[in-house]
């Protein structure tokens, strides 16, 4: 049984900085595209970042290229979301995913999320 779990959220300042962690059992991990998704009341949820198993391929939507960066520790299962210059509209619930598979311009979203954790940003 796959189940992610998020952990890393909270309250930051505007420009401030969070690392997200994501921790998912699993034999295939190391072989597993993950992603992170995020979702804002007013909003569906939003694809933000993918990686590949072997860290060769990252995918980043638009809005956050510059300012976020997905990484991996295949020896600790675990993958991170590194987010830079916060903005309130960067406030939401963030998603971890195990994937089906991560291309340079694609990312296919599998079967298992985890929980979701709070990030909120403000004066």
């Known amino acids: 049984q796959v189940q992610p779990v998020e952990s890393g959220g909270g309250w930051v300042q505007i420009g401030g900085t969070l690392r997200l962690s994501c921790s998912a059992s699993?034999?295939?991990?190391?072989?597993?595209?993950m992603g992170w998704f995020r979702q804002s009341p007013k909003k569906a949820r939003e694809f933000v970042a993918a990686?590949?198993?072997?860290?060769?391929?990252?995918y980043y939507a638009d809005f956050v290229k510059g300012r976020f960066t997905i990484s991996r520790d295949n020896a600790k299962n675990t993958v991170f979301l590194q987010m830079n210059d916060l903005t309130p509209e960067d406030t939401a619930v963030y998603y971890c995913?195990?994937?089906?598979?991560?291309?340079?311009?694609?990312?296919?979203?599998?079967?298992?999320w985890g929980q979701g954790t709070q990030v909120t940003v403000s004066l």
């Open positions: 699993g034999r295939t991990f190391s072989a597993a595209a």
């Open positions: 995913n195990w994937g089906n598979y991560v291309r340079e311009n694609a990312y296919a979203s599998g079967a298992y």
């Open positions: 990686i590949s198993g072997n860290s060769a391929i990252t």
